[in-house]
């Protein structure tokens, strides 16, 4: 079975500080692509970053990074200096590529505490 | 330039009416993909088309889903019967390609069935 785990429904962060939102996965697929999408209280989803299964590198997007732990099926994605702009949902998401559907977690709410 | 569109907004429906919802996706985007977002949760993956085949309905809740894209453009997803839990926000998305990384999405259709 393909599946998203987050973990954390809501967190809250000081402005300037780091975030890390946690997001684990379970596929039998080698090939998988793992995305982070933000969602404002204006409801339109935006892209943040990708990190592909056979990446060596963990992606990094400006001030989003995605720690990528292969072995523990972990994408958590890491927030630095966070800015009161980045209070939103935010989604972890899969696409196995046999298949090429796609697995959404449920979300954790960051609120950025000035 | 234009993003992805998705009309109406917002639909108010009686329960058993059939409603018809379309999206337009970037213009040279060869993939496209529909999401279902109920109230606080994160999303479902209903089907996805590369130009106009949509090689698996798996994803599609019942047989009173339906989607079609035509010219390798506009889509419409249809719900016939509506029923109450079919209420949400459903979110179309377009890219480049099948196995692109960034899906840009569209503002959703909120429907409501009464």
């Known amino acids: 079975a393909q599946k998203i785990t987050q973990t954390q429904p809501g967190m809250f962060v000081q402005e300037k500080e780091a975030v890390t939102l946690d997001c684990t996965y379970d596929?039998?697929?080698?090939?998988?692509?793992l995305f982070w999408y933000k969602q404002p209280s204006s409801g339109e989803m935006i892209f943040l970053i990708y990190?592909?299964?056979?990446?060596?590198q963990n992606a990094t997007e400006g001030r989003y990074s995605l720690n990528f732990q292969k072995a523990r099926k972990s994408a958590n994605l890491v927030i630095s200096a966070s800015q009161l702009g980045d209070s939103a949902m935010y989604f972890c998401?899969?696409?196995?590529?046999?298949?090429?559907?796609?697995?959404f977690g449920t979300g954790t709410s960051l609120t950025v505490i000035p | 330039g234009a993003g992805v569109s998705q009309s109406p907004s917002n639909k108010v429906t009686e329960k058993g009416k059939d409603v018809e919802l379309r999206c337009d996706p970037i213009?040279?985007?060869?993939?496209l993909y529909w999401y279902r977002q109920s109230l606080g949760q994160g999303l479902e993956f209903l089907i996805y088309?590369?130009?106009?085949?949509?090689?698996?309905k798996s994803g599609l809740p019942s047989d009173r889903f339906s989607a079609e894209r035509t010219g390798g453009s506009v889509s419409t997803l249809t719900i016939q019967r509506t029923q109450q839990e079919d209420s949400a926000v459903y979110l179309c998305?377009?890219?480049?390609?099948?196995?692109?990384?960034?899906?840009?999405f569209g503002p959703g259709t909120r429907l409501t069935v009464l």
């Open positions: 990190q592909g299964s056979y990446d060596q």
């Open positions: 998401a899969m696409r196995v590529n046999t298949g090429n559907q796609f697995y």
């Open positions: 088309f590369q130009g106009n085949s949509a090689p698996d």
């Open positions: 213009s040279g985007h060869t993939a």
């Open positions: 998305a377009s890219s480049l390609e099948l196995v692109h990384d960034e899906q840009f």
């Open positions: 596929t039998s697929d080698p090939s998988y692509g």
